[in-house]
């Protein structure tokens, strides 16, 4: 079975916000760490890499900033969402501290967590109810 299979493809609310989510965890949580079940994702892994890393994990930050945008957020939140990208990318790319820090900032969870408040206001029909 492909990825993309699972993967909406339309422009309404409720598809978006599944992409969204899908990229979220795979940037912030798509491994476990064994012995400590502390989970990461691929920015706290590619941004071992030095410099190009953080880049690219930035890269795939800024498309859940974009598919905000597709969405109608508020110019001043998508100013914030960059701002956690920007400061996850400039502290991420300091040596060994930014890799420390990668693991406990998670830009992508709270860019998701300011989109998830925006869609239960304006559109909760697309509102996941998990249990």
């Not at 609310?13 to 064994?34: D, G, N, Q, T, Y």
């Not at 994990?57 to 960059?82: D, Q, S």
């Amino acid at each position: 079975m492909d990825f993309r299979d699972n993967m909406p493809v339309g422009n309404d609310p409720a598809s978006i916000r599944k992409r969204i989510e899908a990229m979220e965890a795979v940037l912030e949580r798509a491994f476990v760490i064994p012995g400590v079940n502390y989970r990461v994702g691929l920015d706290s892994i590619v941004g071992l890499v030095p410099v190009v890393g953080d880049f690219i994990t930035a890269a795939m930050g800024a498309y859940i900033v974009w598919e905000a945008r597709n969405l109608g957020i508020p110019k001043w939140k998508l100013w914030r969402m960059a701002a956690n990208i920007g400061f996850d990318t400039a502290v991420g790319a300091i040596p060994l501290v930014g890799d420390a820090f990668d693991f406990l900032f998670r830009s992508n969870t709270k860019n998701l967590k300011i989109i998830k408040k925006h869609l239960d206001k304006h559109h909760p029909e697309s509102r996941v109810i998990e249990g």
